[in-house]
């Protein structure tokens, strides 16, 4: 199954509203997660089954979508938001990552 | 809490073989598979492998051949091999956690670098 995310890299002020893309090659169900990883960091787990929030990450963060479009939004920005965030399908093993998108905080 | 701890940084040689260890704790380990992901420098998540309590793997087409995976659940550890190393295979290599179907926690990573 092929990943493309998009945008690659987007810049946006503190409070704004940004959204994140991921499209599957092939409809997965709601097979998605969405990963945030800072600098010099592992990955840490956002969402999983599309919407559902994981362990103590903030409300600011939604997901939404089904068979091969989705979405990650961000409500309000935050500075500590800035890093590189990952969709990864898990219909199947293997798995695959989309490429990344780079966010920064203007 | 629960913690994956790789092993350390690895130099290695073209042509030579590397083993990252993975070791669990604070949750059931036979309860879980875990999964490999790697990072070259500057670059995206690349998943590479996955194993589950069982024995069983499953291996991205790119490294069918040339990794395996394995645990020692007596431990609970989890082991990384790759062999026939060249410098594209420099990267940041991780363990992750799967209890759901799903990564959900991930280790701190193991730089491998590959140099002559």
């Known amino acids: 199954i092929q990943m493309t995310q998009s945008p690659p890299s987007l810049s946006a002020s503190v409070g704004d509203r940004v959204t994140i893309t991921c499209r599957t090659s092939?409809?997965?169900?709601?097979?998605l997660a969405w990963y945030q990883q800072k600098p010099g960091k592992a990955p840490k787990l956002l969402l999983y089954a599309a919407s559902a929030l994981g362990s103590g990450v903030p409300s600011r963060f939604s997901g939404s979508g089904s068979g091969t479009d989705f979405t990650l939004t961000i409500s309000s920005l935050q500075p500590e938001d800035s890093a590189t965030y990952y969709c990864?399908?898990?219909?199947?093993?293997?798995?695959?990552f989309g490429q990344g998108t780079k966010l920064e905080i203007k | 809490q629960v913690q994956l701890r790789q092993s350390g940084a690895e130099v290695k040689k073209p042509g030579a073989s590397v083993t990252v260890s993975c070791k669990a704790s604070g949750y059931t380990f036979s309860d879980s598979s875990i999964h490999w992901v790697r990072q070259a420098p500057g670059e995206g998540l690349e998943w590479m492998a996955w194993s589950n309590p069982s024995g069983a793997t499953v291996f991205a087409q790119k490294f069918e051949g040339r990794v395996s995976v394995t645990t020692d659940a007596s431990i609970n550890t989890a082991y990384l091999d790759v062999s026939r190393l060249t410098s594209d295979d420099t990267a940041i290599y991780f363990c992750?956690?799967?209890?759901?179907?799903?990564?959900?926690?991930w280790g701190q990573g193991t730089l491998v670098t590959v140099s002559s």
């Open positions: 092939q409809a997965i169900s709601v097979s």
């Open positions: 992750a956690r799967d209890t759901r179907g799903f990564i959900d926690f």
């Open positions: 990864l399908h898990y219909y199947l093993t293997p798995n695959s």
